[in-house]
């Protein structure tokens, strides 16, 4: 599966920006798909997952009713919905797909990435 996303920007702080993913695959549905974030000079953090359906999502504790993540099966798209952004979220923001059957599923089993979009939040 191949993904692309946008949808990044500069934006100050408290204002919002929705980001995009599009999937690139004959069946989105068999993914869980997750948005991944990482800062200059850090690793790359967990930010959000949604499950196959859409039905259940997962988020950080830190963008916890800040963002919200969505997907669209018909349109092979997962969304992320941020608002409040702060400055500390600024970030390189990636989505992945994993085929884990399990939910929720770990991290470490997102094997499909996109490009990163960058987000820049200022103060």
């Known amino acids: 599966v191949q993904l692309q996303a946008s949808g990044g920007g500069l934006v100050q702080a408290g204002g919002s920006l929705r980001l995009s993913c599009a999937a690139s695959?004959?069946?989105?549905?068999?993914?869980?798909m997750g948005w991944f974030r990482q800062a200059p000079g850090k690793e790359r953090d967990f930010v959000a997952a949604?499950?196959?359906?859409?039905?259940?999502?997962s988020y950080a504790d830190s963008v916890k009713g800040r963002f919200t993540v969505s997907r669209d099966n018909a349109k092979n798209t997962v969304y992320l919905q941020m608002n409040s952004l702060e400055p500390e979220d600024t970030a390189v923001y990636s989505c992945?797909?994993?085929?884990?059957?399990?939910?929720?599923?770990?991290?470490?089993?997102?094997?499909?990435w996109g490009q990163g979009t960058l987000v820049t939040v200022s103060s």
């Open positions: 695959t004959r069946v989105f549905s068999n993914y869980v």
């Open positions: 992945a797909a994993s085929m884990y059957r399990i939910w929720p599923v770990p991290s470490t089993t997102y094997n499909y």
């Open positions: 949604v499950d196959w359906s859409g039905g259940r999502t």
